[in-house]
């Protein structure tokens, strides 16, 4: 069965700091790996997608995430956090040979920028 | 513009009262999903639909039920059997099933009182 954890519900960063939310993964063959973020009582907006193709793949709004099949990860990162990106992201999976297209979710992680 | 709308934004029912949260896309998918969100749990999968007049179970379908008579519609109706019903729903749809991105409504907040 696939699942995705997310470490840490919550990740406080300083603004021009470093971004980093984590996300693991299990999956019992080659996952689709999906970033999304949510703004307060909005819906979920793509930040990128993982599908099999290079294993880092860059995002809007300055974010890419990396796939490390050997750590079942897909991190997300930000070079330099802005009041802007405080919001609650979501790392998602699904896999190529599912019929269904159902995503499963992590337990998101709210990001707060200080500034 | 292309995209999903939910509404209403906000709904609020009474017990015992059966609600229809209303999706709509105009971006030619054919598959659509419902989901439910509550703080600190993610999102669950309610029902989805890969193809007009066809819908199956997600993991929580108790107390919900669906159509998909048309294509760019599919809205879900929250029963009186779901017993805890307060959350917001967002909806979501992709061109086919298998491994598209989901785009996803503002969503509905829906309080019972």
């Known amino acids: 069965a696939q699942s995705v954890t997310q470490l840490g519900s919550h990740v406080s960063v300083s603004e021009g700091a470093l971004v980093l939310l984590r996300c693991n993964y299990s999956?019992?063959?080659?996952?689709?790996l999906f970033w999304y973020v949510q703004y307060p009582n909005q819906g979920l907006q793509l930040l990128l997608k993982?599908?099999?193709?290079?294993?880092l793949v860059k995002g809007i709004n300055g974010f890419e995430a990396e796939f490390k099949k050997s750590e079942t990860s897909f991190h997300l990162t930000k070079p330099s956090a802005h009041m802007s990106d405080a919001a609650e992201y979501f790392c998602a999976v699904t896999h190529g040979s599912s019929n269904t297209g159902k995503l499963i979710f992590g337990q998101g992680t709210t990001l707060q920028v200080k500034p | 513009d292309g995209g999903i709308t939910q509404s209403p934004k906000y709904l609020f029912r009474k017990e015992g009262q059966n609600v229809t949260l209303s999706c709509e896309q105009n971006?030619?998918?054919?598959?659509m999903y419902w989901y439910r969100q509550d703080p600190g749990q993610g999102l669950r999968l309610i029902y989805y639909s890969q193809i007009v007049n066809d819908f199956q179970k997600g993991d929580i379908a108790e107390g919900y039920s669906v159509s998909r008579e048309k294509k760019e519609s599919f809205p879900l109706t929250v029963t009186s059997a779901q017993k805890n019903p307060t959350a917001f729903y967002l909806c979501?749809?992709?061109?086919?099933?298998?491994?598209?991105?989901?785009?996803f409504g503002p969503g509905t907040r829906l309080t019972v009182l």
């Open positions: 993982y599908t099999s193709a290079a294993t």
């Open positions: 979501a749809s992709s061109p086919t099933q298998v491994t598209d991105t989901q785009y």
């Open positions: 971006l030619n998918h054919d598959a």
């Open positions: 999956s019992s063959v080659p996952p689709y």
